[in-house]
Nanobody
Framework: QVQLVESGGGLVHTGGSLRLSCAAS????????ITWFRQAPGKEREFVGG????????YYADSAKGRFTISRDNAKNTLYLQMNSLKPEDTAVYYC???????????????????WGQGTQVTVSS
């Protein structure tokens, strides 16, 4: 089992920045991919980006490239999502998710992930 706890959400103005954290505990050594998703009201859960936990390789949705940066602190077992130049359309609940699957994993597909955090709300005002 892997437990995930997100934090760092809040209310910001357009153009502002936030850094979200995803603290992982439990059998984190078995997690292969940890990924950020977001879900706006009335919309499906959307892939944002993530990290291949062992190698540190990161991957991003096109909507996140250039504005969002994913990093990690191995000592703290924590994944970060630095979000800059925020827009009202970034408003959503942000979740981190983990999978222990190995081999080819379609990392942008939410159903590939077994473990989910409770989410943290990000609201960007115009």
């Amino acid at each position: 089992q892997v437990q995930l706890v997100e934090s760092g959400g809040g209310l910001v103005h357009t153009g502002g920045s936030l850094r979200l954290s995803c603290a992982a505990s439990g059998r984190t050594g078995r997690a292969n991919y940890i990924t950020w998703f977001r879900q706006a009201p009335g919309k499906e859960r959307e892939f944002v980006g993530g990290i291949k936990w062992v190698s540190g390789e990161t991957y991003y949705a096109d909507s996140a490239k250039g504005r969002f940066t994913i990093s990690r602190d191995n000592a703290k077992n924590t994944l970060y999502l630095q979000m800059n130049s925020l827009k009202p359309e970034d408003t959503a609940v942000y979740y981190c998710a983990a999978t222990m699957r190995s081999g080819y994993v379609p990392v942008s597909v939410a159903t590939e992930y077994t473990f989910w955090g409770q989410g943290t709300q990000v609201t960007v005002s115009s």
